[in-house]
């Protein structure tokens, strides 16, 4: 299981527009706290499928996309309800980066705790 590249033309479609919520990570491969929190995203998108989309931006190849929603670097992660979205603060220690605990309890502020994983 890969998560789905997003582009600024499918962005509108995939993210804004959706009904379910979505999560965005905004990544590169020469990232190396990039490439430790893609095997995190990919479990909990198996975990939280059919309940939250997960997606990737690539930071190099969508420069637009990122200037938008990633201005003070990578990893950053999004995620939209509704079509609002709110950044995932990064942790206080820069080198512990996002863990997985961490997003769940997102997931679960972000909607409420509506989610049931089955």
């Known amino acids: 299981m890969n998560l789905e590249l997003l582009t600024l033309l499918n962005f509108q479609e995939k993210v804004i527009q959706s009904s379910k919520p979505s999560m965005v990570l905004f990544s590169n491969d020469g990232c190396h706290l990039c490439t430790q929190l893609k095997p995190i995203c ?15 931006v690539d930071t190099l190849e969508e420069e637009k996309l990122t200037e938008i929603f990633s201005d003070d670097g990578v990893p950053t992660i999004y995620f939209f309800v509704n079509g609002d979205g709110t950044e995932i603060p ?14 769940r309890n ?5 909607t409420s705790g509506k989610l049931k994983i089955v």
Do not use: C, H, M, R
Not at 93 to 103: A, H
Not at 106 to 110: A, M, Q
């Open 106 to 110: 997102f997931f679960n502020v972000f």
């Open 90 to 103: 990064y942790p206080a220690d820069e080198n512990s980066g996002y863990d997985e605990k961490t997003l």
């Open 42 to 56: 990919l479990k909990l998108a198996e975990e939280y499928s059919g309940l939250i989309n997960f997606f990737n």
